[in-house]
């Protein structure tokens, strides 16, 4: 399963009204795979949203420190591919971090998406947490 940032948040912050599922589903997945960008990203999502820093940033450090978790490192090569994948769908509105996310879950030949963000499901994949 693939972890995205709206994914994560909803493992973190218990009032997230998917909070129990997203839970119960990072507990129960065979393979858990995200990347450097959406790590980014959720230290940012949780800043705008106001939590505690601390919690948040604890949080980030244990899914760093998740021997169960793979977390691949965004490459400058990487990041590049990514670029022109979404120059060549200028009619979406997928961000630069869901970019490398589909690609890498293509290249994985993975489907699922512990998410809630719509763009995986315009990308041909499946989001969990709908």
């Known amino acids: 399963m693939f972890l995205d ?21 990072f507990r129960v997945a065979r393979a858990r795979l995200t990347h450097s960008y959406v790590l980014a ?3 940012a999502l ?5 939590l505690n820093r601390a919690a948040s940033l604890a949080f980030a450090r244990a899914t760093l420190d998740n021997p ?6 965004v490459s400058q090569d990487m990041h590049r591919v990514a670029l022109t994948y979404l120059q060549s769908r ?4 997928y ?7 589909f690609l890498l879950m293509y290249e994985r030949g993975m489907v699922e998406a512990l998410t809630t963000d719509h763009h995986f499901d ?5 989001r969990l947490l709908i």
Request: hydrophobic share 40%.
């Open 41 to 43: 990203e959720f230290v």
């Open 68 to 73: 169960t978790l793979e977390i691949v490192w």
């Open 122 to 126: 315009q990308a041909g994949l499946r």
């Open 95 to 101: 961000s630069l971090c869901d970019a490398v996310s």
């Open 5 to 25: 940032t709206s994914g994560l948040f909803c493992v973190f912050h218990q009032d997230e009204v998917q909070h129990g599922e997203a839970e119960r589903l």
């Open 90 to 93: 200028l009619d979406k509105s």
């Open 46 to 50: 949780c800043q705008a949203r106001r």
